[in-house]
């Protein structure tokens, strides 16, 4: 039972922060990255689908994405698409293709941006931590019907906690890595 329980609180830990992981990619830093067109929808025969279902979408410098979509009637469609997102991006048509030029960041949307980020990693930690409050109330309940001793309970409280530390540790790991990401010129 308690190998379960460390078992299944261990890998909501890790889902929480691959989940940062997808969330702090999708922060713009300048640089091109092809995943920043992912939630990009554009309009297929009546259905919306995101961008790389419908086009090649590949990096043709560090500072530029290129798209190639599959069929030349989409081009129009999804240069729309990506000029109307959020991601304030400029694409321009040459020939087939769609570039999408990454512009430069100035020094206060880089302190947004890290503002942002740094949000992003608090609710990774309050996550982890509140997979931790959740795993210790499940040994306590299991003390209280007698499912198992009090020295289980301690040794499988330090068990989570140094889960927890580990996890939090990498949450700021990818925070660190992010903020000095955002803060290159």
């Known amino acids: 039972m308690i190998a379960d329980l460390k078992k299944n609180t261990e890998q909501k830990m890790q889902k929480s922060v691959e989940a940062l992981k997808n969330d702090l990619g999708k922060v713009r830093t ?21 961008v790389n279902q419908v086009a090649n979408v590949n990096l ?25 997102s959020d991601l304030g ?24 941006l890290i503002k942002v980020v740094r949000g992003e990693a608090e609710n990774a930690r309050v996550a982890v931590r509140n997979l931790r409050r959740d795993a210790n109330n499940h040994l306590k ?7 198992i001793s009090e020295d289980d309970e301690r040794r ?30």
Do not use: C, F
Request: hydrophobic residues 40%; charged residues 35%.
């Open 141 to 147: 309940e299991a003390v209280k019907a007698k499912e």
């Open 30 to 50: 300048g640089r091109a990255h092809t995943g920043l067109l992912d939630h990009v929808q554009v309009d297929y025969y009546g259905s919306m689908v995101p």
């Open 156 to 185: 499988a409280e330090e068990d989570i906690q140094k889960l927890t530390d580990r996890y939090v540790a990498e949450v700021d790991k990818l925070l660190a890595e992010k903020e000095k990401d955002l803060m290159q010129v």
């Open 89 to 112: 991006l400029n694409p321009a048509t040459m020939g087939d293709t769609i570039r999408v030029p990454m512009p430069a960041l100035t020094e206060e949307r880089r302190k947004d």
């Open 60 to 84: 043709l410098d560090a500072r530029t994405i290129g798209v190639q979509p599959w069929e030349k009637t989409m081009l129009a469609k999804v240069e729309k698409a990506i000029r109307d």
